[in-house]
């Protein structure tokens, strides 16, 4: 493929990466645009990887790969468009009463202007931890954010506010009750805008949150499954704005997830949950509202996150994709436009296993969709949305990859 440039940085390159087995060290391949490449080994970890989370920069050819272990240590290795090169790590720890890394406890981002990579985790205290990389340089050791949470941070999602340097973090805590916090770094050295929700979140167990950034307003939008079977919304301009409720839906959200339309001028966001009595609901709000959700679909199960929701580049078409009850080894997709609205599902070939964590990372230059899924037989599946049609499945990994957690990520 040629080259993806904006402001002038461009690449040729996309990246998978991902746990293998506990006898072989994680992996990555690269993506040419129609093949990806053979496996090569990172940096082996002491025990399997859990979870997995790779992004790469708006602003340069680099890409930033966080991996927690399964002994509860969290590893980052930096790519410069050609290998991989600093790597640093940090011990998170084990948390009472569950396994060191059956929650996420760290995201990372680059902010929007400089490009300056910000890794945030928590540990088994309270005030969660950062390192910043700038002008090409790790911090030499964890930060200190200068914010007490009520407990210990058990999933953490952090979201670039675009056309700025601030990055908005939500940390879920719940060791000894569920609260949901967010808060605004400024891209300098202060951490600020610090919330906690007044609705409190439905449980800690799940990542039952997200954030995502209207691209017409740069405004970040914190969507939680709040008590009462609800899906809450607070949005951050210049501060935080009141609480509303996005959707009642029929149970509790378990797993929430958002994609925001690239579009110049756009204000639409979609989202996808997966509900506590299995269903799948998609919603859209259009800038100014929330639209009418198609019926809910039942899916096989709602102790993972079989559901995922990108825009395609600048078309201003959202899909969504998920998991049936009624096809367990396959993933569906739908999509929706403000013309179209919600359009007839699309059923893909099946897997070897029944489908677990279903992930889609849009391209930020081409409409070129990337879909990762995984499966109970341990596979891991690829495929490349483009011009409205889906590739045929690559298996990336064969009987490798984890079938509680979710350790591996696409980036573009």
Excluded at 11 to 19: H, M
Excluded at 68 to 75: A, E, V
Excluded at 208 to 237: I, K, P, Q, Y
Aim: hydrophobic share 40%; net charge negative.
């Amino acid at each position: 493929m040629g080259a993806r440039c904006h402001d002038g940085q461009c690449r040729t390159w996309g990246l998978a990466a991902y746990d293998a087995t506990a006898t072989t060290p994680p992996r990555y391949r690269v993506w040419d645009g129609s093949n990806l490449s053979a496996e090569v080994d990172l940096p082996p970890t002491s025990t399997d990887v859990a979870w997995v989370v790779l992004r790469s920069s708006p602003r340069g050819n680099e890409a930033v790969l966080g991996a927690l272990d399964d002994d509860g240590n969290l590893t980052v290795h930096t790519w410069n468009g050609a290998s991989w090169g600093e790597t640093w790590s940090a011990a998170l720890g084990s948390i009472v009463g569950g396994p060191r890394s059956n929650t996420r406890r760290f995201d990372l981002a680059f902010e929007a202007t400089t490009g300056d990579a910000l890794v945030v985790f928590a540990d088994v205290t309270p005030t969660f931890k950062y390192r910043r990389r700038t002008q090409g340089r790790w911090d030499e050791v964890d930060q200190l954010a200068d914010v007490a949470l009520d407990d210990v941070g058990l999933w953490v999602r952090a979201e670039p506010r675009p056309g700025t340097n601030d990055v908005m973090v939500a940390v879920l805590t719940g060791a000894s009750g569920n609260a949901l916090h967010a808060l605004r770094w400024n891209g300098v050295d202060e951490w600020k805008s610090r919330i906690e929700t007044a609705a409190r979140p439905v449980g800690s167990s799940t990542p039952c949150f997200d954030l995502v950034a209207e691209s017409a307003t740069g405004n970040v939008m914190l969507l939680w499954g709040a008590a009462g079977s609800t899906l809450h919304s607070r949005v951050f301009s210049a501060s935080w704005g009141a609480e509303t409720t996005a959707y009642t839906l029929p149970s509790k959200a378990l797993w929430v997830t958002a994609a925001s339309d690239p579009t110049p001028g756009s204000r639409n966001v979609a989202v996808g949950v997966i509900t506590a009595d299995a269903y799948v609901e998609r919603g859209v709000w259009d800038g100014t509202a929330w639209l009418a959700r198609p019926a809910a679909v039942p899916v096989r199960a709602h102790d993972v996150r079989g559901v995922d929701v990108a825009f395609a580049g600048t078309t201003g078409r959202a899909v969504f994709a998920y998991n049936e009850l009624a096809t367990p080894t396959q993933v569906t997709t739908a999509t929706w436009t403000a013309a179209e609205g919600h359009g007839n599902p699309v059923l893909l070939p099946p897997a070897d296993g029944d489908i677990l964590f279903v992930q889609l990372r849009a391209d930020w230059q081409t409409n070129d969709i990337m879909l990762l899924s995984s499966d109970t037989s341990s596979g891991l599946t690829q495929r490349c949305w483009r011009q409205g049609t889906w590739s045929d499945g690559t298996v990336t990994a064969d009987g490798t990859v984890s079938r509680v957690s979710e350790p591996f990520m696409f980036c573009w």
